[in-house]
């Protein structure tokens, strides 16, 4: 079980990174708001997706990866262009808005989904794998948004735009693995 949360919270643990960049000073109350969102948000889907079981399996499994897509895509875009502008014109990012954070929160846990509905066909019981799911991907967030706080300071502006292409490239990611 422990595997399938690390594999799932790869993609929250990227994105969380890329907010520590954003963020000019990170404060333990930001990588925690971060973290929860992305560790709680991992541990519901699964949830939802058990919940979900076999019934609504065929109407939410086919669209799962164009919506994770869609989003990350968006926000790749807009993060990329909001590093293109001229400062008087710029607008930042900013990872700790809570519509910004609920979706890269949906978009990086839409696989979880999939794997709550997985869990439901083998009818296995959903709270152990939430609970470790929603554990490994808030510690994971948590330590992400450090690393990129510190990191993002060797390469000052661009990193938006890296950033942005790291998240598109997630999207992509989702939409050819499915």
Same mark, same amino acid.
């Given at each position: ?16 990174i890329i907010s520590g960049i954003s963020l000019k000073k990170c404060k333990i109350r930001y990588a925690f708001k971060i973290a929860l969102f992305f560790g709680g948000f991992q541990a519901i889907m ?54 910004? $954070?609920? @979706?890269?929160? !949906? ?9 709550? +509905? *997985? /869990?439901? #066909? =083998? ?30 300071? $060797?390469? @000052?502006?661009? !990193? ?9 490239? +997630? *999207? /992509?990611? #989702? =939409?050819?693995?499915?």
């Amino acid at each position: 079980m422990c595997l399938i949360g690390f594999g799932l919270a790869m993609d929250a643990f990227a994105v969380s990174i890329i907010s520590g960049i954003s963020l000019k000073k990170c404060k333990i109350r930001y990588a925690f708001k971060i973290a929860l969102f992305f560790g709680g948000f991992q541990a519901i889907m699964p949830l939802i997706g058990w919940s979900a079981g076999l019934s609504f399996r065929n109407y939410i499994e086919p669209y799962s990866h164009w919506v994770a897509f869609l989003i990350l895509l968006f926000i790749g875009c807009k993060m990329i262009f909001e590093a293109t502008v001229t400062r008087e014109e710029k607008k930042k990012c900013e990872p700790l808005n809570l519509l910004v $954070l609920s @979706g890269l929160a !949906i978009a990086t846990s839409i696989d979880a989904l999939a794997v709550g +509905i *997985g /869990f439901s #066909i =083998l009818n296995l019981n959903i709270v152990e794998p939430i609970i470790i799911i929603g554990l490994i991907t808030f510690t994971l967030s948590f330590i992400g948004v450090y690393l990129g706080e510190r990191f993002g300071i $060797l390469f @000052g502006n661009r !990193i938006d735009i890296i950033g942005g292409v790291i998240l598109i490239l +997630i *999207g /992509f990611k #989702i =939409l050819l693995k499915s």
